[in-house]
């Protein structure tokens, strides 16, 4: 039975830092107000002057996977790239960085679910994989958040939170019977609650996508409803979690490691009472990154690999809940 298996991670952070401290001159906030209500210490950002896309990241984090599993970018079959923030308006930037890499007509796949991107990705991947149409799929998770953020005191809740990240991972089939790579996935949406995370401006529903009266009004920044988002993901991340574990014939028990989205340590303590599980099962680095949405859980991958957190014969449980609302959890069990 052929298997979907990660055969190498990579990451990229851009080089300015940001710190809580550094967000007190733009704005009426305090390093104990961020820490208190999200967790995060510092964040990177891309470079002021800008020219630095998510399909930038989206490379160098590419670069580091595929010399780590040791591709040419000929090996590609497929591209699949998650973001919120592409370069251009359109095309996405599956395309951007198929060039970047200098190929000719492999194909590319762009995906919007934001902060599940990850799952909404790793999925079609296997199945594209299972299905036998492509067997090497490079999997881009990007963000460029903070060219898209108001950095006044009206929008410090949501700008305090987001950071600019990529995250890269290289996903191969294998024939084998053992139970490995993707062994339960589960994935959800509730358009219903649409509202509770989003950007309006542009939009085609307008006459005018973008006016001077939009820009004014601030429509073009992101808007959320903290509290809604909260209680949404402390009832779904437990309850899909299950579902995943339940789906590869494991429990909570089995797992040696969580990765939840990075969204917000609050959020990711409730989760982590909610399954009864150890501190050091939960890994967590919003506090140096911030919320990179789609980049998020493939950042936190490639970190646990690097440390040795997870490695062989790892057991490990991905959940995240964002914007759509969409919310989804993923088992992934590592090769001996």
């Known amino acids: 039975?052929?298997?979907?298996?990660?055969?190498?991670?990579?990451?990229?952070?851009?080089?300015?830092?940001?710190?809580?401290?550094?967000?007190?001159?733009?704005?009426?906030?305090?390093?104990?107000?961020?820490?208190?209500r999200t967790g995060i210490e510092q964040r990177y950002w891309v470079p002021e002057e800008g020219g630095v896309g998510a399909a930038d990241l989206g490379l160098e984090a590419s670069k580091i996977a595929m010399d780590r599993a040791g591709w040419k970018p000929e090996d590609i079959d497929l591209i699949i790239f998650a973001t919120l923030s592409p370069d251009i308006f359109f095309p996405g930037p599956g395309c951007l960085l198929q060039h970047k890499l200098g190929l000719e007509t492999t194909?590319?796949?762009?995906?919007?679910?934001?902060?599940?991107?990850?799952?909404?990705?790793?999925?079609t991947a296997d199945a594209y994989i299972k299905s036998g149409y492509y067997n090497r799929v490079l999997f881009v998770g990007s963000?460029?958040?903070?060219?898209?953020?108001?950095?006044?005191?009206?929008?410090?809740?949501?700008?305090?939170?987001?950071?600019?990240?990529?995250?890269?991972?290289?996903?191969e089939g294998v024939e084998t019977d053992a139970p490995v790579g993707i062994r339960g996935a589960s994935?959800?949406?509730?358009?219903?609650?649409?509202?509770?995370?989003?950007?309006e401006a542009p939009a085609s529903r307008l006459s005018q996508r973008l006016t001077h009266e939009m820009l004014d009004q601030g429509r073009h920044f992101p808007v959320m409803d903290g509290r809604n988002v909260y209680k949404l993901a402390l009832t779904r991340l437990?309850?899909?979690?299950?579902?995943?574990?339940?789906?590869?014939?494991?429990?909570?028990?089995?797992?040696d490691l969580?990765?939840?989205?990075?969204?917000n340590m609050r959020i990711n303590q409730g989760f982590q009472k909610a399954l009864n599980v150890s501190e050091d099962k939960m890994y967590h680095n919003i506090q140096r990154y911030g919320n990179t949405t789609a980049g998020s859980i493939p950042i936190a991958l490639d970190e646990a690999l690097e440390k040795g957190i997870i490695g062989k014969s790892s057991t490990v449980l991905f959940a995240g809940l964002g914007a759509g609302v969409t919310w989804a959890a993923l088992v992934y069990q590592f090769e001996d």
């Open 143 to 171: 963000e460029v958040h903070s060219t898209g953020l108001d950095k006044s005191t009206a929008g410090r809740d949501v700008t305090v939170i987001f950071g600019d990240g990529a995250g890269a991972v290289c996903l």
């Open 258 to 263: 969580i990765i939840p989205h990075q969204a």
């Open 107 to 123: 194909p590319a796949l762009d995906i919007r679910q934001q902060c599940t991107g990850f799952f909404y990705g790793m999925t």
């Open 238 to 255: 437990p309850e899909v979690s299950y579902q995943a574990l339940e789906q590869a014939g494991a429990g909570v028990e089995d797992v």
């Open 1 to 36: 039975m052929k298997k979907t298996m990660i055969r190498a991670t990579g990451r990229c952070l851009p080089s300015r830092l940001v710190t809580n401290e550094d967000l007190t001159r733009w704005m009426d906030t305090t390093d104990e107000w961020i820490r208190q």
């Open 187 to 199: 994935l959800h949406a509730q358009g219903k609650h649409a509202d509770a995370l989003m950007t």
